[in-house]
């Protein structure tokens, strides 16, 4: 493969060639599928409102109503949202032994639905909330229905606390096992391939770098900047979708259907 074929193309030769291959995503990966990502102007989930006094683990702790009367709506906007090709193009890769984990900064289930087997949710998941006190814990739509039966909006555990969703909050440390993992897969990795991420937020922007050092290459494909573009071996700025698409018709893979519930995911509540 030449230096003058497109970057897809180089791609799709980099991850042949690579025996460990690792999927870093961000919030892009997810815009296809109608979710916002966090700071485009106008758009961006954090757009309109100042994430720290909605989204702290200090309001959830203070004012559990106003927290849920964010969360809520969040969880509104999130619970039937469906994988879109990007998705399925990593689990497709998975399949077909091209990709050994994916480790992701979005909570939205959205791997997990497209089949991917192998996954690392380093920020948690609106799968399910726990009590902090007794350590409950319960499935999105029990925590839906305990909201919309609450008087005040708060879903709450039959020990009557409020519910937290296992996600991590502002203000939280992210799960020290996941992160681990997260760190293991990366230094192991011949090839980081970066989806829909800016690699702006810490820890886990530190993962090309550990790769990097480690002697591996890192690909990029997002349509913004990121802080990596002149250390990636291959850089793809179009839709996540169709370079994605168009990196596994090069490898001649066809698109795997979701092959059923996933296993358990390696996440960790916050």
């Known amino acids: 493969m030449t230096a003058e074929a497109p970057p897809v193309l180089r791609l799709a030769e980099l991850i042949r060639a690579s025996d460990s291959v690792v999927a870093l995503t961000g919030a892009g990966i997810s815009v296809p599928s109608g ?14 409102v100042d994430p720290m006094e909605v989204a702290h683990i200090d309001v959830f702790r203070s004012d559990p109503e106003r927290f849920w009367h964010f969360y809520g709506d969040r969880f509104q906007t999130l619970e039937h949202k469906q994988p879109n090709d990007a998705h399925t193009a990593l689990a497709t890769l998975e399949a077909a032994g091209l990709l050994d984990a994916v480790v992701t900064q979005n909570i939205d289930r959205l791997h997990g639905r497209a089949g991917t087997r192998e996954l690392i949710e380093v920020h948690g998941t609106i799968e399910h909330s726990s009590c902090l006190r007794c350590g409950a814990q319960y ?6 229905a305990r909201q ?34 997260a760190e293991e897969l990366a230094s192991g990795a011949d090839l980081l ?47 996540v979708v169709h370079e994605l698409a168009a990196v596994t018709e090069a490898l001649g893979l066809r698109r795997s259907p979701p092959r059923g519930p996933a296993a358990p995911t390696r996440s960790a509540s916050a």
Not at 35 to 48: H, M, Q, V
Not at 139 to 144: E, F, G, I, K, M
């Open 139 to 144: 499935p999105l739509a029990d925590v839906r």
């Open 193 to 239: 391939l970066c989806v829909g991420s800016s690699l702006e937020v810490y820890p886990v922007a530190q993962l090309p770098a550990i790769t990097l050092s480690a002697g591996g290459q890192v690909a990029i494909i997002t349509q913004g900047r990121t802080p990596f573009d002149d250390r990636a071996a291959v850089r793809c700025g179009g839709d």
């Open 148 to 181: 919309r039966a609450d008087e005040a909006g708060i879903p709450r555990c039959d020990c009557q606390s409020p519910l937290k969703p296992d996600v991590v909050l502002f203000g939280e440390y992210l799960p020290a096992d996941a992160l681990r993992q």
């Open 35 to 48: 979710i916002p990502d966090f700071r485009s102007p106008g758009t961006g989930l954090w757009a309109n």
